[in-house]
């Protein structure tokens, strides 16, 4: 089963201090996961964009602030996807602006001045009800409201938005990834959930057993769900293909704890090693086994390619 792949779009992409734009519509967030409540944000922006002719801005920092302070948190997605998702929303550019000490301590008045107007030459700003920023979070909604006429932008203010009757937030997607659905995440998503990487060599038992497989090394900082088999999508140069997926330490081959998303691919029998792909995790199908032989291992990566098959088949992919 295969399916073309999408058409490439464009954006500038700034991690630096120094830069200076003019005339456009910002608007600023952590955007970890830029789910359905961050794609309402960046379709205000599209909106002001065919209206006016602004470029469209997303401003965040460069890392997540969590890590920055040691209250690490998995990220839903790392930076370079987070860049790509960004980019395919048709954003025009993504401003890193690199987060330190200094960054820290600025007062929220000087975030709107300096930053908001002074550097992103911002007119229209859109932002979440609940945004926050500055020393200690002080800015909010209302003081970007009382500083929108003394310093020339509109603000565009926009409600939380809902799914199955609570407001959709990067922490509750992360919950719902750990317990493993992978429906419910892509529903809040607005897109399935996914990992980019470039495929790396394995120990080659795939290819030995005749299960061939493409290999990712999972980022430390990416959030992954448990382990497990997962039905898949994969994004290669030559175009998408369905799959079946483990993510996990592959305790049937060694003990390591690299934790590894090992994809047996449906019709493929290309060559992708040192290729960008994506996979994206759509339903969890078993927890993850150690296998007391390799004939197991085999019956049972057959019967996950049948399972693969036939889900896909149901839910009508072609």
């Not at 493993?180 to 080659?204: C, D, I, P, Q």
């Not at 960008?276 to 007391?292: A, I, N, P, Y």
Request: aromatic share 10%.
């Amino acid at each position: 089963m295969k399916l073309r792949g999408s058409m490439e779009i464009e954006m500038d992409y700034i991690c630096a201090e120094d830069f200076s734009l003019q005339h456009t519509c910002v608007t600023i967030g952590k955007f970890d996961g830029v789910h359905l409540g961050h794609r309402l944000l960046l379709e205000k922006l599209s909106n002001q964009k065919q209206k006016t002719g602004q470029k469209s801005v997303v401003f965040t920092f460069d890392f997540h602030p969590g890590l920055f302070f040691g209250n690490s948190e998995a990220l839903l997605y790392t930076v370079q996807e987070k860049r790509a998702l960004l980019e395919s929303c048709g954003v025009d550019v993504l401003i890193a602006y690199p987060f330190t000490k200094k960054t820290s301590a600025m007062e929220a008045e000087d975030f709107i001045r300096t930053l908001l107007v002074g550097k992103l030459g911002a007119s229209f700003i859109v932002v979440g009800e609940d945004n926050h920023f500055g020393h200690n979070r002080r800015g909010d909604v209302a003081m970007l409201a009382h500083y929108q006429k003394s310093l020339g932008y509109k603000l565009c203010a926009c409600k939380k938005v809902q799914y199955a009757g609570e407001a959709i937030s990067s922490t509750r997607i992360r919950q719902t990834i750990l317990q493993g659905n992978m429906e419910e995440a892509s529903r809040m998503l607005g897109g399935a959930y996914h990992m980019t990487g470039v495929v790396k060599h394995g120990k080659s038992l795939g290819r030995t057993l005749g299960f061939p497989t493409i290999n990712l090394e999972a980022p430390k900082e990416k959030l992954l769900p448990p382990n497990g088999v997962y039905m898949t999508r994969t994004r290669l140069q030559e175009g998408i293909f369905y799959g079946v997926t483990n993510v996990g330490i592959r305790p049937s081959v060694g003990t390591e704890e690299t934790l590894w998303v090992e994809t047996c691919l449906l019709d493929y029998q290309g060559d992708c090693y040192g290729e960008t792909v994506t996979v994206e995790l759509l339903h969890f199908v078993r927890q993850e086994e150690k296998f007391g032989s390799l004939d197991e291992l085999r019956f049972q990566i057959s019967r996950d390619k049948e399972a693969c098959r036939q889900y896909f088949n149901e839910i009508g992919a072609k």
